[in-house]
């Protein structure tokens, strides 16, 4: 060998408690910057979200390129902060540029999934030509990019500790304090300039301090430069200006939640998450009847008030403060955002959070429903619409749960017998409201359910434009408001007075309604609307399930919008690839391995079914125990512990044959296909937590022992971590399947990706292992 590389040199030079240092280091970088990332970048660039899982297989990317590039001279961890500055400017060039754009949005007809403005006016495309598409696709590279130094360094890393089940160890040990950590940042509600700040210190260490790098004069000065930048950009994408046409300037106030980016403008209490609008606190005397309506009909059709309510998606406290000021005895409001019910505590100008009738759950909705044992008089669904994905691993949103068939039927357990459950919100599409209309149909009876709409029309076409309707669903005991509709199918409701207990009776007899409905409306202000027929479409709707939780996707597929940016991701991911990626002589290639490519290929496809079993594993979790974000946090760290015991079965073991083990996870995969994610539903908590963790982290411990062993035998440490990590953006990729297969089928997926990877280990046969994980870097360019 004529040219060692710096790497190797370096491994000689370096004691091994700096060695496993760096590896450490840069692990939990990886890690806790990843998270930034997702949580940052779709609350700046809008359209971001359109995408699943964008944010995340850009890191994936980076990360593969950069050990795929580790024996490379060029030191790409050097351009992280530029890049950064770079991608992180330009988020916030499109967030300021792109207000008017989304203010100005609207659903096209019948769109195959619905988003919050992910459709436009075809005049707004002059305004804003960018496609969707194209913008996620910078913003994929730009991510990458920023990935790619900080994936060098660990490949570099990986490549100088000898024992390469060891370095793994370590790798796996940093990546769990960088999600602890992160986790620690959303549970005090740090902002972003926290985050990237203590991100900036973990950088300036490989700049700075570890002798590994030799950074040049120049960078001295331009390093720190550019971290103070880098944290410049983060405190201004912090402070907007609202700008009123005559009323000067505004502030608003950023908040980050666990969930959210949430901007509060105090002077009209309206909040916006993540650049959308989402809610605004209304006082029970406003004009606005949306609130009071369930409590209004109720009392029209002769009905007593209701006394026990379930608010879920209590939000800042409208629907809380209407159902205190209707009398009821008590609330339990079940709100997954802390942040969100804290400005309501604070703003709200009926204060109902400090009522002591009200008991505030700061849950998922599901969840509490299961573990409530309560019986309601009413059962509100308030608005509910996160506007946000459940994670970045997977197509469901936080409240997709809660459309679900199983969802539906627990609701119907929790009401007394002459109990009422009323679902509202501006739908959008009319096919999502056919889909709710039919899920109730099968929960409460056919024709239980009714429909009610502001403005009022009167039949509801599944391929109509309803963004601006107002849609009202009761189902449970309705047969006393049916009966007062079939008395007088029009109901009157005066829209220039606070709706309230002492509101007229909007089922007027005959003569006065004819009176009242022929006065001038200069005088008098009226708003008329009666029962709404659904129409189903011809080609029927599947309803929401637990194994298909997908509300807002038309029919089973995998929608255009996502097919043109799997393909857009696909091909930049080829590009950095082949732009990075070091280029071997041919000396370098026959003093490789025979079998070593084949290797690759095994890490690849075990990189991608892993990807869609820690998928399955999220989404799980987040069905038993609820979709909020410390369920998630335990689940990545319930993940990489098992990789950890992976790794420490593996090391004592001395594992030399795999095939019982592909046996074993194939298995528990098959167990997975068969077995419902409802399965341990209404089982006791024990049995519960137990039996749900079995089956899901089963595969995770005989996947992680393959990968440890098969990791240990390579004689390109980098290489193979690479090819594994391109491996999971391709499962990233393939998890859109879902939205055809289902989540319980989508495991089939899985077992195909370890089925070929199997394959990939058969070729490589001819390859002997490497005794106790040591090997010989290869000489460099």
């Known amino acids: 060998m004529k040219n060692r590389s710096p790497v190797t040199r370096s491994f000689n030079k370096d004691s091994s408690f700096r060695v496993g240092f760096d590896l450490f280091l840069i692990s939990f970088l990886i890690l806790f910057l990843e998270l930034a990332a997702i949580r940052w970048f779709p609350a700046h660039a809008l359209y971001l979200t359109f995408f699943t899982n964008v944010v995340l297989l850009a890191c994936f990317l980076g990360m593969s390129v950069g050990c795929l590039a580790a024996s490379h001279r060029r030191n790409y961890l050097r351009w992280t902060p530029l890049i950064l500055v770079v991608g992180m400017t330009t988020a916030h060039i499109v967030?300021?540029?792109?207000?008017?754009?989304?203010?100005?949005?609207?659903?096209?007809?019948?769109?195959?999934?619905?988003?919050?403005?992910?459709?436009?006016?075809?005049?707004?495309?002059?305004?804003?030509?960018?496609?969707?598409?194209?913008?996620?696709?910078?913003?994929?590279?730009?991510?990458?990019?920023?990935?790619?130094?900080?994936?060098?360094?660990?490949?570099?890393?990986?490549?100088?500790?000898?024992?390469?089940?060891?370095?793994?160890?370590?790798n796996i040990t940093g990546s769990i304090v960088g999600i602890v950590l992160f986790g620690a940042c959303s549970w005090l509600h740090l902002s972003p300039f926290w985050w990237f700040g203590l991100a900036a210190v973990g950088l300036a260490y490989f700049y700075f301090v570890s002798p590994v790098h030799r950074v040049r004069a120049k960078f001295?000065?331009?390093?720190?430069?550019?971290?103070?930048?880098?944290?410049?950009?983060?405190?201004?994408?912090?402070?907007?200006?609202?700008?009123?046409?005559?009323?000067?300037?505004?502030?608003?106030?950023?908040?980050?939640?666990?969930?959210?980016?949430?901007?509060?403008?105090?002077?009209?209490?309206?909040?916006?998450?993540?650049?959308?609008?989402?809610?605004?606190?209304?006082?029970?005397?406003?004009?606005?009847?949306?609130?009071?309506?369930?409590?209004?009909?109720?009392?029209?059709?002769?009905?007593p008030p209701f006394a026990d309510v379930m608010i879920i998606g209590a939000g800042s406290g409208n629907d809380v403060s209407r159902a205190l000021q209707w009398g009821a005895k008590h609330i339990d409001a079940v709100e997954i955002d802390p942040a969100i019910y804290r400005l309501g505590t604070q703003y709200h100008p009926d204060h109902p959070y400090q009522d002591p009738r009200v008991e505030v759950h700061l849950d998922d909705g599901r969840n509490f429903l299961r573990a409530s044992q309560r019986k309601y008089d009413l059962v509100i669904y308030a608005l509910v619409d996160s506007l946000v994905l459940h994670s970045g691993y997977s197509n469901i949103r936080l409240e997709s749960y809660l459309f679900t068939r199983q969802t539906f039927e627990?609701?119907?357990?929790?009401?007394?017998?002459?109990?009422?459950?009323?679902?509202?919100?501006?739908?959008?599409?009319?096919?999502?409201?056919?889909?709710?209309?039919?899920?109730?149909?099968?929960?409460f009876g056919a024709g239980n359910p009714?429909?009610?709409?502001?403005?009022?029309?009167?039949?509801?076409?599944?391929?109509?434009?309803?963004?601006?309707?107002?849609?009202?669903?009761?189902?449970?005991?309705?047969?006393?408001?049916?009966?007062?509709?079939?008395?007088?199918?029009?109901?009157?409701?005066?829209?220039?007075?606070?709706?309230?207990?002492?509101?007229?009776?909007?089922?007027?007899?005959t003569a006065r309604f004819e009176q009242v409905s022929t006065q001038d409306q200069q005088s008098s202000h009226w708003q008329k609307f009666g029962l709404a027929s659904v129409t189903q479409p011809a080609e029927g709707l599947r309803i929401a399930t637990d194994d298909w939780p997908f509300f807002y996707v038309r029919k089973p597929m995998m929608p255009s919008l996502s097919l043109r940016g799997i393909l857009i991701m696909a091909g930049l991911a080829l590009l950095l690839i082949f732009l990075f990626a070091p280029r071997r002589t041919a000396d370098q290639r026959a003093e490789l391995r025979l079998g070593s490519h084949s290797l690759n290929l095994q890490m690849f496809f075990l990189g991608a079914g892993f990807m869609l079993i820690e998928t399955k594993a999220v989404v799980t979790m987040a069905l038993l125990f609820g979709s909020t974000w410390v369920v998630n946090s335990i689940v990545f760290f319930a993940v990489l512990v098992m990789i950890l015991i992976a790794n420490l079965w593996t090391l004592k073991s001395k594992v030399t044959r795999l095939w019982p083990y592909y046996l074993g996870l194939l298995a528990?995969?098959?167990?997975?296909?068969?077995?419902?994610?409802?399965?341990?539903?209404?089982?006791?908590?024990?049995?519960?937590?137990?039996?749900?963790?079995?089956?899901?982290?089963?595969?995770?411990?005989?996947?992680?022992?393959?990968?440890?062993?098969?990791?240990?035998?390579?004689?390109?440490?980098?290489?193979?971590?690479?090819?594994?990590?391109?491996?999971?953006?391709?499962?990233?990729?393939?998890?859109?399947?879902?939205?055809l297969l289902g989540f319980q089928y989508v495991v089939v997926v899985a077992i195909l990706f370890y089925t070929l990877s199997a394959l990939g280990l058969f070729r490589s046969r001819s390859s002997a292992p490497l005794i106790d994980g040591a090997a010989v870097v290869p000489e460099t360019q």
Request: glycine fraction near 8%.
């Open 95 to 170: 967030e300021i540029t792109s207000g008017q754009f989304v203010q100005n949005g609207i659903d096209r007809p019948s769109p195959e999934v619905v988003f919050f403005g992910n459709a436009y006016r075809m005049p707004d495309l002059f305004r804003y030509p960018v496609p969707v598409e194209v913008m996620g696709g910078f913003f994929f590279v730009v991510i990458a990019l920023c990935f790619i130094g900080m994936g060098q360094e660990l490949g570099r890393a990986l490549n100088r500790w000898p024992n390469r089940v060891q370095a793994y160890t370590i």
């Open 220 to 303: 001295m000065v331009l390093g720190p430069v550019l971290g103070l930048l880098l944290l410049s950009i983060v405190a201004l994408a912090s402070y907007r200006i609202i700008y009123n046409d005559f009323q000067g300037q505004r502030e608003s106030r950023q908040i980050w939640s666990p969930y959210n980016r949430i901007d509060f403008k105090p002077y009209d209490l309206s909040l916006s998450v993540n650049l959308m609008f989402h809610q605004s606190m209304v006082s029970r005397n406003d004009k606005y009847p949306a609130y009071a309506l369930p409590h209004l009909l109720n009392r029209d059709a002769g009905r």
């Open 410 to 443: 627990d609701v119907k357990r929790h009401l007394k017998p002459d109990g009422n459950f009323v679902v509202y919100n501006y739908f959008r599409e009319g096919w999502l409201i056919s889909r709710l209309q039919k899920s109730l149909d099968e929960v």
């Open 450 to 509: 009714l429909v009610l709409t502001l403005p009022y029309q009167k039949v509801m076409e599944p391929d109509a434009d309803t963004a601006d309707k107002f849609t009202v669903f009761f189902a449970g005991n309705t047969a006393a408001l049916r009966n007062a509709f079939a008395q007088q199918p029009d109901y009157l409701l005066r829209d220039d007075q606070a709706p309230g207990p002492n509101s007229p009776n909007g089922f007027m007899q």
């Open 668 to 739: 528990t995969l098959a167990l997975n296909t068969i077995i419902p994610l409802d399965f341990f539903l209404g089982m006791n908590r024990t049995a519960q937590v137990i039996g749900s963790c079995l089956l899901v982290f089963a595969p995770v411990m005989f996947a992680g022992v393959i990968f440890a062993a098969s990791f240990r035998r390579t004689a390109e440490p980098d290489r193979a971590f690479g090819f594994n990590i391109a491996g999971a953006m391709m499962g990233g990729l393939a998890e859109n399947s879902s939205m």
